[in-house]
């Protein structure tokens, strides 16, 4: 990538939607030229000299070396600063299809934008101020959601909620900075400057304390972003694929009473409370004769090391056999919930006998009614996340502001550390207050690098 602070230069224009047939597809050109570009290939129904800020007009796109018709468009305008990169920005909203809108990309090539690069409008809107850098990471996070519960945590970020978090600590740490400087540049003006005793209260209440929090809600924030790995573990036929279906809602798994039906792991996804799940139903684990029953019982074992949570699943209408407590013995190793499933057909002596057979708590269930499952839900949640389902963090920083994040905090315990000495040097204590503000810009933008915003919006699609 071309460095940041040239690119803003260029007009530039990308396809924003979707590939792939669709009602509409939408080319969007930012930059100074966009206005002229549109003006170069929009041909609109009604002629006008002027084109009204944040307002949609029907026309056609042509090619202007021919005058040939390219389709049948809205197109929009929308003057800066009052747009999402801060520039003119121009939309032409286009019948979808990947020539058709191809054909329109070219013209607008032509006319003089050169090809977004990925991110390459949303780095604009941070570099002309719109977004500080949290925020615009929160634009990716939104497109990237995998649950309702991350989508509301990237709404927040975008909304500014961590930037104010991380706002108020670098108010905190700046007067604490220029109070610590001062002492170090007058060491003989009588000063009024904050005692090692308030500067550690402080420093502990309004920095470490609030660090710490964002560091454990960013654990949290992970999950709901990027999921957790669900296995669906048991001997044959204690119903697993029936158990798969009915969190999915749909037949997703064959179900016959024949053990070993299933062969190779079904892999789904599902929100189980809030949380994104990769759903995996596999092979029976039992030993086997039969070849290709033998690899998928291999490849079950295989998922099961790298499973979040194991869901240990037994069959309640049969009473507990030697098989069932082998297995359970060696998943018992990792995180699980035991569920004794067909509840509905169960007598009491064998609910019984399995509530004994297993140390664990289990959960009863019954895939084929339904019941029970949304006690399961709770408990997987309950084992990945330490509490029942609650309302997510405020804000959960992802890994790079995590890291961030650490990095002030423990500057933060450093220089509590020296406040704690007899007489604590001023300048070592400045030097500490500096890097935990310089770890925090990092977050928000205030402090960056070309190679660091290159990391960032690479992973963004082109077109945003």
């Given amino acids: 990538?071309?460095?940041?602070?040239?690119?803003t230069e260029d007009t530039i224009a990308a396809i924003a939607t979707p590939p792939g047939p669709g009602a509409i597809g939408v080319i969007k050109i930012s930059g100074r030229e966009a206005e002229g570009i549109l003006r170069r290939?929009?041909?609109?129904?009604?002629p006008r000299e002027h084109f009204e800020s944040h307002r949609f007009y029907y026309g056609h796109i042509v090619d202007p070396d021919t005058g040939e018709p390219v389709d049948e468009v809205l197109v929009v305008l929308m003057r800066a600063p009052r747009s999402?990169?801060?520039e003119d920005v121009a939309e032409i909203h286009a019948h979808s299809g990947y020539r058709v809108l191809t054909r329109i990309l070219e013209l607008v090539f032509r006319a003089g934008a050169r090809p977004a690069e990925p991110g390459e409008f949303t780095l604009r809107a941070f570099l002309n101020g719109r977004l500080d850098l949290a925020q615009a990471e929160a634009v990716q996070e939104i497109i990237s959601a995998r649950s309702d519960t991350a989508l509301r945590l990237a709404l927040r970020q975008l909304s500014g909620g961590l930037s104010e978090k991380i706002r108020r600590i670098r108010e905190t740490l700046l007067h604490l900075l220029a109070l610590t400087e001062a002492a170090v540049d007058f060491p003989e003006?009588?000063?009024?400057i904050l005692s090692p005793e308030e500067t550690r209260e402080r420093l502990r209440k309004e920095v470490l304390t609030p660090l710490e929090e964002l560091i454990r809600a960013s654990g949290e924030g992970k999950l709901f972003r990027e999921g957790i790995a669900v296995v669906l573990a048991g001997r044959p036929n204690v119903g697993k694929s029936s158990l798969l279906n009915a969190l999915l809602r749909e037949e997703r798994a064959i179900v016959t009473p024949i053990p070993g039906t299933t062969r190779d792991v079904i892999e789904e996804t599902a929100q189980i409370a809030g949380?994104?799940?990769?759903?995996?139903?596999t092979a029976g684990l039992r030993e086997t004769g039969d070849e290709v029953e033998a690899i998928g019982v291999r490849k079950a074992r295989e998922k099961l090391e790298a499973a979040d949570v194991v869901i240990f699943l037994v069959d309640g209408s049969q009473a507990p056999r030697e098989e069932d407590l082998r297995l359970y013995q060696e998943i018992r190793k990792r995180p699980h919930v035991v569920a004794v499933n067909k509840i509905d057909i169960a007598s009491p002596d064998t609910l019984s006998a399995w509530k004994k057979a297993l140390p664990a708590n289990p959960v009863y269930i019954s895939a084929l009614k339904g019941t029970g499952l949304s006690e399961l839900s709770r408990r997987i949640f309950e084992t990945v996340i330490g509490h029942g389902p609650a309302e997510p963090p405020e804000v959960a920083p992802n890994l790079r502001q995590k890291a961030a994040l650490?990095?002030?905090?423990?500057?933060t315990r450093r220089a509590l550390a020296l406040?704690?000495?007899k007489e604590p040097l001023p300048e070592l204590l400045a030097v500490e207050l500096r890097e935990a503000l310089s770890a925090l810009g990092e977050i928000t933008g205030e402090v960056t690098t070309e190679d660091l915003l290159d990391r960032i919006f690479s992973t963004f699609c082109i077109g945003k």
């Avoid at 990538?1 to 690119?7: C, E, F, G, L, V």
């Avoid at 650490?406 to 500057?411: M, S």
């Fill in 41 to 46: 290939l929009f041909r609109p129904a009604r």
């Fill in 1 to 7: 990538m071309t460095p940041a602070h040239t690119r």
């Fill in 419 to 421: 406040l704690e000495k």
């Fill in 84 to 86: 999402y990169t801060r």
């Fill in 406 to 411: 650490e990095r002030a905090a423990e500057a």
């Fill in 275 to 281: 949380l994104p799940v990769r759903l995996m139903d």
């Fill in 189 to 192: 003006e009588d000063l009024e």
